[in-house]
Antibody, heavy 120, light 108 residues
Framework: EVQLLESGGGLVQPGASLRLSCAASGFTFSSYAMTWVRQAPGKGLEWVSAISTGGDDIYYADSVKGRFTISRDNSKNTLYLQMNTLRGEDTAVYFC?????????????WGQGALVTVSS | EIVLTQSPATLSLSPGERATLSCRASQSVSSYLAWYQQKPGQAPRLLIYDASNRATGIPARFSGSGSGTDFTLTISSLEPEDFAVYYCQQRSSWPPITFGQGTRLEIK
């Protein structure tokens, strides 16, 4: 059974940093691209970032470029999102998701989400 | 950036009825469109990918159609568990990957 489990969310002040982790199991993690998608309270879905199987290809939404860094450790079956210089508008539930196949960016499995709240 | 516009914003129907949800793209996305279902407090669930392919484990009452700029998600006969928010998502031209704003399917 595919499982994705996010951790690392919490309440931080504007300008602070936070690192989210996503522990994967039930599939060959190193064979699939991965992505982060966020959802502000009461709002729709916003794509944040994606990373290829080996971590060589990385893409970001303009809203987080230069502040967030996606990475993965295939030896630990874990995806990360390092978030720096956090702003109020980054407040959201952050989901990690598995890409269906290759770079075919449909997301077939999702974690339960990690809540990040940026507030003073 | 490709903008996806979903309509209607809210759809009120009764169990057993047919639901038709629309997603229109600001430019052609070929068939590179997916549909997701999200229930309160849960993660989204992939229903349809590449416009018309049902994801693993998705019931046959869910179907997708369309290409280019106009797409439809149809639920042939609504079950009580189908009342949720539905999002479309394009992967034709990215980054960024974009989602529609969602259609809320509510019980009438």
């Amino acid at each position: 059974e595919v499982q994705l489990l996010e951790s690392g969310g919490g309440l931080v002040q504007p300008g602070a940093s936070l690192r989210l982790s996503c522990a994967a199991s039930g599939f060959t993690f190193s064979s699939y691209a991965m992505t982060w998608v966020r959802q502000a309270p009461g709002k729709g879905l916003e794509w944040v970032s994606a990373i290829s199987t080996g971590g060589d290809d990385i893409y970001y939404a303009d809203s987080v470029k230069g502040r967030f860094t996606i990475s993965r450790d295939n030896s630990k079956n874990t995806l990360y999102l390092q978030m720096n210089t956090l702003r109020g508008e980054d407040t959201a539930v952050y989901f990690c998701a598995k890409v269906l196949r290759g770079w075919d960016m449909a997301f077939d499995y999702w974690g339960q989400g990690a809540l990040v709240t940026v507030s003073s | 950036e490709i903008v996806l516009t979903q309509s209607p914003a809210t759809l009120s129907l009764s169990p057993g009825e047919r639901a038709t949800l629309s997603c229109r793209a600001s430019q052609s996305v070929s068939s590179y469109l997916a549909w997701y279902q999200q229930k309160p407090g849960q993660a989204p669930r992939l229903l349809i990918y590449d416009a018309s392919n049902r994801a693993t484990g998705i019931p046959a009452r869910f179907s997708g159609s369309g290409s280019g700029t106009d797409f439809t998600l149809t639920i042939s006969s609504l079950e009580p568990e189908d009342f949720a928010v539905y999002y479309c998502q394009q992967r034709s031209s990215w980054p960024p990957i974009t989602f529609g704003q969602g259609t809320r399917l509510e019980i009438k």
